[in-house]
Nanobody, 119 residues
Framework: QVQLVESGGGLVQPGGSLRLSCAASGIAFSISEMGWYRQTPGKRRELVASITSGGRTNYADSVPGRFTISRDNAKNTAYLQMNSLKPEDTAVYYC?????????????WGQGTQVTVSS
């Protein structure tokens, strides 16, 4: 079974930092893309950052200069370094992975980890 283990969430003060980790297991194929999404009550899930196996990154407009995504391909693990956190960053953060099985695109979601930015 495919499993995504997310960690690093929690409560942090405005201006603080957190580092989220997402470790994928049970994958017999190479993961082409890993990403972080977030969702708050009443809003749609939105992309925060993503990274391909080749290192190409994509960020939401609200996070450049504050968040950095990276990955360790050998360990199938993605990281999201979050600095200068703001209250509006409060959300449930979900890890997502994308891979192909004989040319068919597949994706899986983690269970989510809560990030709360508050004084």
């Amino acid at each position: 079974q495919v499993q995504l283990v997310e960690s690093g969430g929690g409560l942090v003060q405005p201006g603080g930092s957190l580092r989220l980790s997402c470790a994928a297991s049970g994958i017999a194929f190479s993961i082409s893309e890993m990403g972080w999404y977030r969702q708050t009550p009443g809003k749609r899930r939105e992309l925060v950052a993503s990274i391909t196996s080749g290192g190409r990154t994509n960020y939401a407009d609200s996070v450049p200069g504050r968040f950095t995504i990276s990955r360790d391909n050998a360990k199938n693990t993605a990281y999201l370094q979050m600095n200068s956190l703001k209250p509006e960053d409060t959300a449930v953060y979900y890890c997502n992975i994308v891979f192909s099985v004989f040319g068919t695109r597949r994706d899986y979601w983690g269970q989510g980890t809560q990030v709360t930015v508050s004084s």
